[in-house]
């Protein structure tokens, strides 16, 4: 859950280091370092626990002799070892002759570090990665930066992204196993980064790694697969540029991707809609016909696949289930399923792994993801982009919403396509999803005139219950989620039929409520049932509601536009108490650790 950045340029590094770490930060922010080659030939190491911004004050301070246009960078989410400056990257071996930085897990990390330990390395952090240096450093005594990479990484288990300087010959080696890497050649120079965006200003086009690649950084690139000289991958156009992930006159990220919902709504159906009513969009897949259906996910885009198993379930009378990727080991495939496999970065090792489990077996799998070059993407049978744009807030806002509309769209289609649904109730369907984005902009402009008078009375509490029925449910529980990453007080979401069976025992005088109203006739009496025991309610939903933003309740998707209110709920709720809500304490947004 790290980001690396590699540059070889005129320029000296330090200027895109600076501004391509600041861009990863959002994969960790528990510390940031690089290591630079000066014009003298040395190496200098600069980190931090703190912040970009601190880096760029020792940078600024610095008095050594000039940078020249080599170096790497890291930005840290800590999975080994403490956060502190000695466990920061990147790291180095024994003779300080090579530099590391590494996004990933090492898994057989303490059996290699008691070997190398045993013929005479001297470790000095606790940090999995470190033991990188050290088998590059004995593979390095054979000669070639490149072979010794290949060689140590030979004996290593687990998932790996990293960037390797030589520091006497200023060569870098990278190499991709389970975590993100792509490479790109410019008018500015050589660049590998762990998301376009990092690079985003200086970038035309980029070359992903694929697992088992290792890369000699030039600009005539030596690529290996598995110890086997290969031509590189096709080039891919990108698409993003630098100004798509500033902050464009917001005070964070996270209210700008709540504004910017509406019109990624719209850009879905405009790239998809013409498809989904004829069932061309489920036809140009190629897949074959499906029985039932299982959504694999985490967090909030298992929240997006419970959604749609509704949905299957609803219109088309499909069985659906939505297995946590993190379980998926213990579950058994159905037969004749279809996998949905639903990611934001399409990099969760949790889906991954998934992906491998006796839950999917031999079925077709298709990947729900906002990067369609993803490792997801590459192992699924078939995928469907998101489109949501950079998302720069750890917290996912528009990436939820643009994962519900597209496997809607998908699923639509899929229905039509296997006659379970007509193309007359389809075409009702599509328009419904054409109206999404006003109402989206509607309820976003009614939450920011309500929500904030609300939040006052919340500060001082210390949990939150959030209950539905229904379609209402998984949105009750996106809701929560949200509330837990950014203020970190508890929330839990029930079925409001559940309250009787435990969780009444919560409900005491002022314990928040949050009821999502979307038209079940019973919720009104499960609402009774914690206002007679003390609760404050706070109602969301349909005409009469506290925060009235529901118009059409009858939609299978459910009621999509309450999240808009769950989000503002939880930004402004966490910005009165004083967090960070783009990067909320220990986590990280693209989650590639199991």
Excluded at 394 to 413: E, R
């Amino acid at each position: 859950m790290c980001g690396i950045i590699a540059c070889r340029t005129d320029r000296p590094a330090t200027e895109y280091l600076r501004v391509g770490l600041r861009r990863l930060e959002y994969r960790g922010y528990d510390s940031v370092g690089i290591a630079v080659r000066t014009a003298g030939g040395g190496i200098a190491r600069l980190r931090t626990t703190e912040r970009i911004g601190a880096l760029d004050t020792l940078l600024d301070r610095w008095t050594g002799p000039r940078f020249d246009g080599l170096g790497i960078g890291h930005t840290r989410w800590a999975t080994h070892g403490v956060v502190s400056e000695g466990n920061a990257h990147p790291h180095t071996d024994c003779a300080n002759q090579i530099s590391v930085v590494h996004n990933g897990i090492i898994v057989n990390a303490v059996a290699l570090r008691a070997r190398l330990a045993r013929a005479g390395h001297k470790f000095v952090t606790t940090v999995d990665s470190e033991v990188l240096c050290h088998l590059i450093e004995d593979e390095r005594r054979a000669g070639d930066l490149l072979q010794a990479v290949q060689n140590a990484l030979a004996s290593v288990q687990g998932s790996w992204a990293l960037a390797v300087l030589e520091h006497a010959t200023g060569r870098i080696v990278l190499a991709a196993n389970g975590s993100p890497l792509l490479v790109a050649h410019t008018a500015d120079g050589d660049f590998a980064a762990s998301d376009i965006a990092a690079i985003a200003d200086w970038v035309d086009e980029y070359r992903v790694l694929g697992d088992g690649d290792i890369v000699d950084l030039t600009d005539q690139d030596t690529w290996r697969h598995c110890g086997a000289a290969i031509p590189p991958p096709m080039a891919t156009r990108s698409l993003w540029r630098g100004g798509d992930v500033e902050l464009d006159g917001y005070a964070d990220y996270m209210a700008k991707e709540i504004d910017e919902q509406p019109e990624a709504v719209a850009r879905i159906l405009d790239e998809l809609g013409d498809g989904i009513a004829t069932g061309a969009l489920w036809n140009g897949l190629g897949l074959p016909p499906f029985e039932r259906l299982r959504m694999l996910g985490c967090g909030t885009s298992l929240n997006a696949g419970n959604v749609l198993g509704n949905l299957a379930r609803r219109l088309g009378g499909v069985p659906a289930s939505a297995t946590l990727a993190s379980e998926a080991g213990g579950e058994v495939a159905d037969t004749g399923q279809l996998c949905l496999a639903i990611s934001q970065s399409g990099e969760t090792a949790d889906v991954l792994r998934a992906m491998q489990s006796s839950a999917v077996g031999e079925s077709p799998v298709v990947a729900i993801t906002n990067n369609v070059h993803s490792t997801l993407a590459r192992r699924a049978d078939a995928v469907v982009g998101c489109s949501a744009g950079p998302e720069i807030g750890v917290a996912a806002t528009k990436t939820f919403i643009c994962q519900v509309v597209t496997g809607s769209a998908l699923l639509l289609s899929a229905l039509v396509a296997t006659k379970r649904l007509s193309t007359p109730s389809a075409m009702g369907f599509v328009d419904d999803l054409r109206r999404l984005p006003d109402q989206l902009a509607t309820a976003a402009a009614v939450a920011r005139c309500v929500v904030p008078t609300m939040v006052d009375g919340l500060l001082a509490e210390s949990g939150f219950i959030f209950i539905a029925r229904g379609l209402g449910l998984p949105y009750a529980a996106e809701g929560a989620l949200k509330l837990t990453e950014l203020t970190y007080r508890w929330a839990e979401c029930y079925a409001a039929g559940e309250l009787k069976h435990g969780p009444l025992a919560l409900i005491g005088a002022g314990t928040p409520v949050i009821v999502i109203e979307n038209g079940d006739p019973r919720l009104a009496a499960n609402t009774a049932e914690v206002q007679a025991r003390g609760a404050r309610v706070i109602s969301i939903g349909l005409p009469g509601s506290a925060v009235p933003v529901i118009e059409n309740h009858t939609a299978p998707w459910g009621p999509i536009v309450a999240t808009v209110p769950l989000q503002i709920l939880a930004r402004t709720m966490a910005l009165a108490l004083g967090h960070d809500v783009d990067k909320p304490r220990n986590l990280a947004k693209s989650v590639t650790v199991e």
